[in-house]
């Protein structure tokens, strides 16, 4: 079993819509949390890190379960520019201060007009 | 202030070649890290990197090892290359001690015919 589980994917949705990305980690003593995104043939760029209480910008919003060991991310209100690859990131020490960074296998999405 | 920068961007090799990646990290970090991602899948921690010495280690042979530099910069050795090594190899920097997140070059494309 892979310590970073994400869904399968692919997402096809149409421009407006709401996505949801789920995310799930074995390992409990995962310190920190990190939602990445990646453009087809390029680099992960770090979308947001996420926290237990929860945290937004803009319109994407992601949680954090510790008990369940889950992670989300919501984006709203979708835009053509939001297709990429998502994924899922924990790191084993706090607030990604180095240490290696353990990734999911990624969620793609793609939005339509 | 240049980011991280892999070189070279592309290569195509034999199998049991060798092959040396380089990269230099961002401005102001002394740790990096080195990742394989194969097609389809997140990317998968090889080793870091810090005060050239080898820190942490991934699920990675030993045909694969690496050096850090004293200015930082750090090379992936591969040794004896097999088609399976065929990934998009990536570089990422940090400052450890810090709460900055670590920062990805544009990668290396390793095709092995």
């Known amino acids: 079993r892979k310590e970073v589980e994400q869904d399968p994917g692919p997402f096809n949705v149409p421009e407006g819509a709401t996505v949801a990305f789920n995310c799930t980690y074995s390992n409990s003593a995962s310190q920190s949390f990190f939602w990445y995104r990646q453009d087809c043939r390029k680099e992960p760029k770090l979308l947001m890190s996420?926290?237990?209480s929860g945290n937004e910008d803009g319109r994407f919003t992601a949680q954090l379960n510790r008990a369940s060991q889950y992670i989300s991310l919501l984006i709203r209100d979708s835009k053509l520019s939001d297709s990429a690859t998502y994924l899922c990131v924990v790191n084993h020490l706090r607030d990604n201060q180095g240490g290696k960074l353990i990734f999911g296998q990624g969620t793609e999405l793609s939005v339509k007009p | 202030d240049a980011g991280v920068t892999q070189s070279p961007t592309h290569l195509i090799k034999t199998r049991g070649q060798q092959v040396t990646l380089r990269c230099s990290p961002k401005s102001g970090h002394d740790t990096v890290s080195w990742y394989q991602q194969a097609l389809g899948q997140g990317p998968q921690f090889i080793f870091q990197y810090y005060e050239e010495e080898e820190r942490q280690r991934g699920n990675f042979p030993d045909r694969f090892s690496g050096h850090q530099f004293p200015n930082y910069s750090s090379e992936l050795n591969v040794n004896a290359l097999l088609l399976g090594d065929s990934a998009l190899y990536l570089c990422?920097?940090?400052?450890?001690?810090?709460?900055?997140?670590?920062?990805f070059g544009d990668g290396t494309r390793l095709s092995i015919l």
């Open positions: 990422a920097s940090s400052q450890t001690g810090t709460s900055q997140p670590q920062h």
């Open positions: 996420v926290y237990s």
